[in-house]
């Protein structure tokens, strides 16, 4: 018996489990899924995290469209802890409630109760097998005796144990599944002075270290954005803990909400992403370090020392046309190209 055979059989493993690369659900959004290495991971942990109205339910609600449309069987429970989901949330995605468990917080209101529910939903996933999506809305919410969070270093404390508990016990029962994953949404509470900065969160950082991707999402502020029929802004997106999924690429983006509250476009971002990376040039730098919704720059393609302008928040297929034409000489990989035609044709939904 070699080395390996004794050691698999000291530690009671039938074989040697192989490090593979895990699936991912994505968000529906290009550059977000860009920056993500694929969108969210399955059988892991992943935090979205930003202030006050950032589009973070916003976000997590795409996810779960698209998680729900890859397979019949399975299901999204969502933990409502602060009681913001409406029905009419669900409506503006095509989500029945029929593969939908809403949780309300009434059911669920500290961090003993959200394992002990947890515990039961994948006690029946493994005996009668599928896949769930866990929807944390938000974990900060969920602490024993909670009325109202300081930022005391005690209750920062008894915070993060609480939630590292949970995670703790939550990560080898989603490995144990073959697509079920855990979307965690968190709130800031204390502006840095750089965005993607080191910062507090309500839930504690006791998340930071268990979980496998973090996204920080930032809404920019726009003049009309109080205005429900014009309101337009881009949100910033922000991922961390994917560096070597990405290598050298950007870790940044910008997307579009668009005007009259229709939501976000799936390529919405993706010239800002490759403007970041270098491989397009903006029209207005301003715009492009802090962009509005009233600024809509154009981006430009070097080729054959003409300029060939784009809109793409304007025209998204006539945008991919020219990125399929001019891409591959501006140093854009295949994938993304390909990618981008996907997402258009595909991801095209509540746009």
Same mark, same amino acid.
């Given at each position: 018996?070699?080395?390996?055979?004794?050691?698999?059989?000291?530690?009671?493993?039938?074989?040697?489990?192989?490090?593979?690369?895990?699936?991912?659900?994505?968000?529906?959004?290009?550059?977000?899924?860009?920056?993500?290495?694929?969108?969210?991971?399955?059988?892991?942990?992943?935090?979205?995290?930003? +202030?006050?109205?950032?589009?973070?339910?916003?976000?997590?609600?795409?996810?779960?469209?698209?998680?729900?449309?890859?397979?019949?069987?399975?299901?999204?429970?969502?933990?409502?802890?602060?009681?913001?989901?409406?029905?009419?949330?669900?409506?503006?995605?095509?989500?029945?409630?029929?593969?939908?468990?809403?949780?309300?917080?009434?059911?669920?209101?500290?961090?003993?109760?959200?394992?002990?529910?947890?515990?039961?939903?994948?006690?029946?996933?493994?005996?009668?097998?599928?896949?769930?999506?866990?929807?944390?809305?938000?974990?900060?919410?969920?602490?024993?005796?909670?009325?109202?969070?300081?930022?005391?270093?005690? /209750?920062?404390?008894?915070?993060?144990?609480?939630?590292?508990?949970?995670?703790?016990?939550?990560?080898?029962?989603?490995?144990?599944?073959?697509?079920?994953?855990?979307?965690?949404?968190?709130?800031?509470?204390?502006?840095?002075?750089?965005?993607?900065?080191?910062?507090?969160?309500?839930?504690?950082?006791?998340?930071?270290?268990?979980?496998?991707?973090?996204?920080?999402?930032?809404?920019?502020?726009?003049?009309?954005?109080?205005?429900?029929?014009?309101?337009?802004?881009?949100? +910033?997106?922000?991922?961390?803990?994917?560096?070597?999924?990405?290598?050298?690429?950007?870790?940044?983006?910008?997307?579009?909400? /668009?005007?009259?509250?229709?939501?976000?476009?799936?390529?919405?971002?993706?010239? %800002?992403?490759?403007?970041?990376?270098?491989?397009?040039?903006?029209?207005?730098?301003?715009?492009?370090?802090?962009?509005?919704?009233?600024?809509?720059?154009?981006?430009?393609?070097?080729?054959?020392?003409?300029?060939?302008?784009?809109?793409?928040?304007?025209? %998204?297929?006539?945008?991919?046309?020219?990125?399929?034409? %001019?891409?591959?000489?501006?140093?854009?990989?295949?994938?993304?190209?390909?990618?981008?035609?996907?997402?258009?044709?595909? %991801?095209?939904?509540?746009?």
């Amino acid at each position: 018996m070699s080395t390996k055979e004794e050691l698999l059989k000291a530690l009671n493993l039938s074989k040697g489990y192989e490090i593979t690369k895990l699936p991912r659900v994505p968000t529906g959004i290009l550059s977000i899924d860009l920056i993500l290495g694929g969108g969210f991971p399955l059988r892991r942990i992943s935090e979205l995290y930003g +202030w006050s109205l950032s589009g973070k339910t916003y976000l997590m609600l795409r996810v779960a469209r698209i998680f729900l449309d890859r397979d019949q069987e399975n299901l999204v429970i969502w933990f409502d802890r602060e009681g913001a989901l409406e029905e009419s949330h669900l409506e503006s995605f095509n989500i029945f409630p029929d593969r939908f468990i809403h949780v309300p917080p009434s059911e669920c209101a500290t961090a003993d109760d959200l394992l002990d529910k947890t515990l039961a939903v994948f006690d029946v996933i493994e005996k009668s097998g599928g896949n769930v999506m866990i929807a944390i809305d938000s974990v900060g919410a969920y602490v024993k005796g909670e009325k109202e969070l300081s930022s005391s270093t005690e /209750d920062q404390g008894r915070v993060a144990k609480s939630i590292k508990a949970y995670l703790r016990k939550l990560i080898p029962l989603l490995d144990k599944t073959e697509g079920s994953f855990a979307l965690a949404c968190n709130h800031l509470y204390l502006s840095p002075s750089t965005f993607g900065a080191q910062v507090k969160k309500s839930g504690g950082t006791g998340i930071d270290f268990l979980r496998h991707v973090g996204l920080a999402l930032q809404a920019t502020k726009d003049s009309d954005v109080t205005d429900p029929s014009t309101r337009a802004y881009y949100l +910033w997106a922000v991922a961390d803990k994917t560096r070597s999924l990405l290598g050298d690429r950007p870790l940044k983006t910008a997307v579009l909400i /668009d005007k009259g509250g229709k939501g976000i476009h799936p390529l919405s971002g993706l010239y %800002y992403y490759l403007a970041l990376w270098g491989k397009l040039i903006p029209s207005n730098k301003n715009a492009f370090t802090r962009p509005t919704a009233s600024d809509e720059p154009t981006f430009i393609f070097n080729h054959e020392e003409k300029k060939i302008r784009i809109a793409p928040e304007k025209d %998204y297929n006539r945008a991919v046309l020219f990125l399929e034409k %001019y891409g591959p000489e501006s140093g854009i990989p295949e994938e993304i190209i390909s990618q981008a035609r996907e997402y258009v044709e595909k %991801y095209n939904f509540h746009a």
